[in-house]
């Protein structure tokens, strides 16, 4: 009997030493700077944070970039700040040495306008440019660039919300576009709203979508953030952090 028990613990140990480990998963968050439900950046470092360890991740945050000790202890970094870009030179090697080693980010909204465009540009893929980009709140259509194309959309169909676009980005020519909008700015123009960027050995996933606090509450949305998430740590599941309901919800948002 003590044989065969021995047995059943050596067959287990492989399983549990595989076992993947828990995400880390540092946000970077930032004062609320816009009326009721818009920019609610600190809200969403408070509340994210919460969620996302309810979800089996370990979450970090702070209302600046982390620094070199935190970001040795992330696997993704999460980015929704008022000039989320904003670095100085030592911020920057930080990033540079994170990404480095395949560490993930994923950006939202505002964190895509920074004070060297170029310099973001280059780590994400794309970014906004003072003078040249534009913004337009209220009722936009995503639209998703085909239901297979990348595993974070896999499945979703467009919807319409409100919430805000942001056009004219200047964007890196290998991006790979998700989702667009039109800008509504006389003749439709197609805008990318959704992208990603592999570059060296890490991923960026990058998402306009976030200037109301109503569109995280969204659950097709909030299921394409938690891919995104996933997807730029590399996790072979995307959805594992994702609840049936909000998988269901990419096939059929809610109007």
Same mark, same amino acid.
């Given at each position: 009997?003590?044989?065969?028990?021995?047995?059943?613990?050596?067959?287990?140990?492989?399983?549990?030493?595989?076992?993947?480990?828990?995400?880390?998963?540092?946000?970077?968050?930032?004062?609320?700077?816009?009326?009721?439900?818009?920019?609610?950046?600190?809200?969403?470092?408070?509340?994210?944070?919460?969620?996302?360890?309810?979800?089996?991740?370990?979450?970090?945050?702070?209302?600046? &970039?982390?620094?070199?000790?935190?970001?040795?202890?992330?696997?993704?970094?999460?980015?929704?700040?008022?000039?989320?870009?904003?670095?100085?030179?030592?911020?920057?090697?930080?990033?540079?040495?994170?990404?480095?080693?395949?560490?993930?980010?994923?950006?939202?909204?505002?964190?895509?306008?920074?004070?060297?465009? #170029? &310099?973001?540009?280059?780590?994400?893929?794309?970014?906004?440019?003072?003078?040249?980009? +534009?913004?337009?709140?209220?009722?936009?259509?995503?639209?998703?660039?085909?239901?297979?194309?990348?595993?974070?959309?896999?499945?979703?169909?467009?919807?319409?919300?409100?919430?805000?676009?942001?056009?004219?980005?200047?964007?890196?020519?290998? #991006?790979?576009?998700?989702? #667009?909008?039109?800008?509504? *700015?006389?003749?439709? +123009?197609?805008?990318?709203?959704?992208?990603?960027?592999?570059?060296?050995?890490?991923?960026?996933?990058?998402?306009?979508?976030?200037?109301?606090?109503?569109?995280?509450?969204?659950?097709?949305?909030?299921?394409?953030?938690?891919?995104?998430?996933?997807?730029?740590?590399?996790?072979?599941?995307? *959805?594992?952090?994702?609840?049936?309901?909000?998988?269901?919800?990419?096939?059929?948002?809610?109007?």
């Amino acid at each position: 009997m003590k044989k065969l028990a021995l047995t059943l613990l050596l067959a287990a140990l492989p399983v549990l030493t595989n076992a993947a480990e828990p995400l880390r998963v540092f946000i970077r968050g930032g004062e609320k700077t816009h009326g009721p439900n818009a920019h609610e950046h600190e809200r969403f470092l408070n509340d994210w944070k919460k969620l996302l360890a309810e979800r089996g991740m370990k979450t970090d945050g702070a209302k600046d &970039w982390p620094t070199a000790e935190q970001l040795a202890a992330t696997d993704v970094l999460v980015m929704y700040a008022q000039d989320g870009a904003n670095a100085t030179q030592e911020q920057k090697d930080h990033l540079a040495t994170f990404t480095k080693r395949g560490g993930g980010l994923v950006v939202i909204h505002t964190a895509v306008v920074g004070n060297d465009p #170029v &310099w973001w540009k280059s780590v994400i893929g794309g970014a906004w440019v003072e003078g040249k980009t +534009k913004w337009h709140e209220g009722m936009m259509e995503l639209r998703f660039r085909g239901a297979t194309q990348s595993p974070i959309t896999a499945g979703a169909k467009g919807f319409k919300m409100d919430d805000e676009i942001y056009y004219n980005l200047d964007m890196q020519p290998d #991006v790979k576009v998700l989702a #667009v909008t039109d800008t509504g *700015d006389g003749e439709p +123009k197609v805008q990318a709203q959704m992208w990603t960027y592999e570059k060296d050995h890490y991923r960026a996933f990058v998402t306009i979508p976030g200037h109301l606090y109503s569109t995280f509450e969204r659950p097709n949305y909030r299921a394409i953030l938690l891919r995104g998430i996933a997807w730029a740590a590399k996790r072979q599941n995307v *959805d594992e952090f994702c609840k049936p309901e909000e998988i269901a919800a990419l096939a059929k948002p809610a109007p």
